[in-house]
Nanobody
Framework: VQLQASGGGLVQAGGSLRLSCAAS??????ISWFRQAPGEQREFVAG????????VYADSVKGRFTISRDKAKRMVYLQMNSLKAEDTAVYYC????????????????WGQGTLVTVSS
């Protein structure tokens, strides 16, 4: 599967942004969003199973972010609401076979990142 992330930008704290991840090729995968802030490790944000739409979220984004997929359009979205300055990072979508996991090393397909900057 090939992935392409888009939708990043500059937003004020408290605002919203929606990221998109276009998937081509086989899509019976797990698709997850990760993020990496400057000087920090890349961390799991949210994941979704392509077939059933089962979701998993990091505690830091629960209740604020929503991951979804549109099977017909082969798109995975990350709706981000109530954004905080600490959400500033480069966001990546990634894919793997099997279960949703939070470890970057479990994912072997990565899209390019899209930068989200939240101003306080």
């Amino acid at each position: 599967v090939q992935l392409q992330a888009s939708g990043g930008g500059l937003v004020q704290a408290g605002g919203s942004l929606r990221l998109s991840c276009a998937a081509s090729g086989r899509t019976n995968w797990i698709i997850s969003w990760f993020r990496q802030a400057p000087g920090e490790q890349r961390e799991f944000v949210a994941g979704i199973t392509w077939n059933w739409g089962t979701t998993v979220y990091a505690d830091s984004v629960k209740g604020r972010f929503t991951i979804s997929r549109d099977k017909a359009k082969r798109m995975v979205y990350l709706q981000m609401n109530s954004l905080k300055a600490e959400d500033t990072a480069v966001y990546y979508c990634a894919a793997r076979n099997g279960d949703i996991t939070t470890k970057t090393s479990d994912y072997n397909n990565w899209g390019q990142g899209t930068l989200v900057t939240v101003s306080s």
